[in-house]
């Protein structure tokens, strides 16, 4: 009789049933949609003369943002959509700064979730400063774009800065989702 209050007792201060917990988060089947695709420094990509860290208004491509483009889209088989791959495309050519967007993947990029990390591979090149947060509604994602696309030829991500002279971007493409209802 002792031992079952003890272990009664035991069992009510320590709650030992497995169902009590919340149940893992899974990312298989969510969508995360874009909210912000940012900068570091502020430039004047679409020569409306008002400078910004919005790449979304200064490339004028939210209307152009196909729909996996805007979308990351996790499937069932550990792979998803990564919206980074229609991504801004800059430079200066003589004196006029052009600007254009690289056309997303075909095809989904493989994930390993590792709370609160996202690894993507793609292709050659592996996207692992992506982070979940707590509840499970917001992704950001953080890359270089000249390290991460270091194997396209024709990108120099040069602007013009507010002083009118030319800089090579350096920093850091920063995309914000959140979990679509």
């Known amino acids: 009789m002792k031992n079952s209050l003890l272990l009664l007792l035991l069992t009510l201060l320590f709650g030992c049933n497995a169902d009590d917990g919340p149940a893992p988060f899974s990312l298989e089947g969510e969508t995360y949609i874009v909210v912000a695709y940012e900068v570091e420094e502020s430039m004047d990509l679409n020569g409306d003369g008002i400078f910004s860290t919005d ?32 991504f801004p495309i800059f430079g200066v050519v003589g004196e006029e700064q052009v600007t254009s967007h690289g056309a997303p993947a075909a095809e989904p990029a493989s994930y390993v979730f590792n709370r609160p990390n996202i690894r993507f591979s793609l292709g050659d090149s592996i996207a692992s400063n992506t982070i979940l947060s707590d509840d499970n509604q917001i992704i950001v994602t953080r890359f270089k774009p000249t390290e991460l696309f270091s194997y396209v030829d024709n990108l120099d991500w040069r602007y013009f800065n507010e002083s009118g002279e030319i800089e090579t971007y350096t920093g850091d493409f920063i995309i914000t989702l959140e979990l679509q209802d």
Do not use: C, H, W
């Open 55 to 86: 790449l979304i208004t200064e490339n004028n491509s939210e209307a152009s943002l196909v729909p996996f483009g805007k979308r990351m889209q996790f499937l069932n088989d550990g792979r998803a959509y990564y919206p980074l791959n229609d």
